[in-house]
């Protein structure tokens, strides 16, 4: 009913709402762990280095070279773009930081107590404390969580709703179904703190995107679109070694896409553009590598120390594991379907045959069927996936934005009173996810319903400051998602400027049916 009263303007100002509603949202559930990204982040930010030996003993995926010095063992895409809005947020930081500190050493206070049943957070805590990090630390994950993580992910839906209102020709059910990737996957539970994987499934997306072009029907030759395209799917590689399923199927799609063009269209520089564009991501990669190893050819993992995993294949990646396929889709602490019921659509095989439900191209549909398995055989094979027990779905988030294509077109067959159940039941499930978020104990993700459902709502990081007693017990979750309603309302009702996007074209249509 609420969509039904609002005045939807435009195309363009439906999406100036929904990018301010999601990132506000993804915004307030922040969550404050300190991840390894985050650490060259701040050197970048503070030194312009990669080499972090300030923050040696703060995270076991740090680890040290010998004269060459210290950096986490994996590669530092989303550290170069965690750094962006730490650098421009730096000088105030630093402020805020030295105030704190200053006093506490003039009152002499000693750590508070952390509560949790964690003894390594509770010793990360201490440490950080003693060193006078802990306020650096959790200000600078909320930077790159708040500048960085939540309004790309914002767009991320935004684009998604782009590309819906192509393809259905309706404003209303597109609005709705953004929503719904938006808020009912763990793009949601991701989007609370700098993490490479949900940024390679963004790169990948928007590179997908680009070649697909669907609101173009002609081939606009000589366009940047493959340029963009090729360094977007390549620096997924500087994401994660993961990106490279993604170079090779994005490329093959890119080679597709092009033979399709009408013969007056096809022009082989696209092609060079797209590999050009790709070649620049790996060779930012490649320096990286050369700088902080000696030998731009081995991965960060070739060098860290031996661990659990690192002993199966290569530094951890062997053959694709049969179990590890079940624990990647449907194990209880990270798998992708009991994460996502609502991807659970994806698996009805008429949506990926039958053109009447399906609403992406034959070609799109093959390619994202090929991306998802192939990127699910890979992280199979990576041992280091059994390692998300404690941290929830992670590995697999890349082939989100793809599988919900599929799902889109699904939804739109269903009868309108069960896609609304299911729409609202996954997103009130992947709410609570992100709401509560450790899956290590219990019942993993479905502990995360039961607590919520019980106990009420909460946010991340007020969790963290009543844990450690710095927020009083009145302040609770229900008083700031009230404010937070607030907000929303005032987003969706106050006047925009008539917003029309010059281009694409086809974005400037009104459909409001």
């Known amino acids: 009913m609420l969509i039904k009263k609002l005045q939807l303007n435009s195309v363009g100002d439906i999406s100036l709402r929904l990018f301010l509603t999601c990132w506000f949202v993804y915004t307030l559930h922040f969550a404050t762990n300190t991840v390894r990204e985050i650490y060259p982040a701040l050197s970048l930010g503070d030194h312009l280095s990669f080499d972090v030996s300030e ?39 630093d402020q805020l930081v030295h105030r704190v500190n200053v006093a506490r050493a003039a009152s002499n206070a000693e750590a508070p107590e952390y509560d949790t049943i964690y003894p390594m957070a509770k010793e990360f805590f201490q440490r950080a404390y003693e060193q006078g990090l802990d306020i650096k630390f959790g200000i600078a994950a909320g930077v790159m ?64 995107v680009l070649l697909w072009r669907p609101w173009d029907k002609l081939g606009n030759s000589g366009k940047p679109y493959y340029f963009i395209a090729g360094l977007l799917a390549g620096w997924t590689l500087v994401l994660d070694y993961s990106g490279a399923i993604v170079i090779i199927v994005i490329g093959l799609y890119a080679v597709a896409r092009w033979n399709n063009q009408p013969d007056g269209e ?26 902080a190893f000696g030998n731009p050819f081995y991965p960060a993992q070739h060098y860290m120390p031996q661990t659990t995993f690192s002993g199966f294949g290569y530094q951890g990646v ?75 779905i992670r590995h697999i988030i890349p082939v989100i934005p793809f599988l919900f294509l599929i799902v889109a077109g699904v939804l739109l067959r269903l009868p309108t009173w069960l896609a609304i159940i299911i729409g609202v039941f ?47 017990s009145w302040g609770s979750a229900w008083m700031v998602l009230v404010f937070a309603a607030i907000i929303l309302w005032v987003i969706w009702s106050i006047r925009f400027p008539n917003i029309t996007f010059k281009w694409p074209m086809m974005f400037q249509r009104n459909n409001n049916n």
């Open 426 to 472: 996954t997103t009130y499930w992947s709410w609570a996810l992100a709401m509560y978020r450790d899956v290590e104990q219990g019942l993993g993700v479905f502990e995360a319903i039961i607590q919520i459902t019980s106990q009420g709502p909460q946010l991340p990081w007020l969790s963290t400051l009543q844990n450690l007693g710095l927020v009083p």
């Open 145 to 208: 969580q708040a500048f960085l993580m939540a309004p790309i992910t914002a767009l991320s839906v935004v684009v998604m709703f782009l590309i819906l209102v192509n393809l259905t020709k309706s404003t209303r059910k597109s609005l709705l179904l953004a929503i719904l990737f938006g808020f009912a996957t763990p793009i949601f539970y991701r989007s609370a703190q700098l993490n490479h994987n949900l940024l390679e499934a963004i790169f990948a997306f928007f590179a997908f």
């Open 318 to 392: 062997d053959w694709p594991q049969l179990d590890l396929i079940w624990l990647l889709s449907f194990g209880m602490r990270y798998g992708l379907f009991v994460s996502a019921p609502l991807l659970l659509l994806v698996l009805y095989i008429p949506g990926w045959l039958d053109k009447n439900i399906r609403i992406v191209g034959k070609l799109e549909t093959w390619t994202i069927l090929i991306f998802s398995l192939a990127f699910l055989l890979f992280t199979a094979a990576n041992q280091f996936s059994r390692m998300q027990f404690n941290s929830g």
């Open 266 to 291: 096809k022009n082989l520089a696209d092609l060079a553009r797209f590999v050009i564009g790709v070649g620049l991501s790996v060779l930012a990669l490649l320096l990286y590598q050369g700088f």
């Open 55 to 93: 923050y040696l003993g703060f995270h076991p995926d740090i680890f040290e070279i010998p004269e060459r010095g210290v950096f986490i063992n994996n590669n530092p895409g989303a550290s170069i773009l965690g750094a962006i809005p730490y650098t421009i947020a730096r000088p105030l930081v």
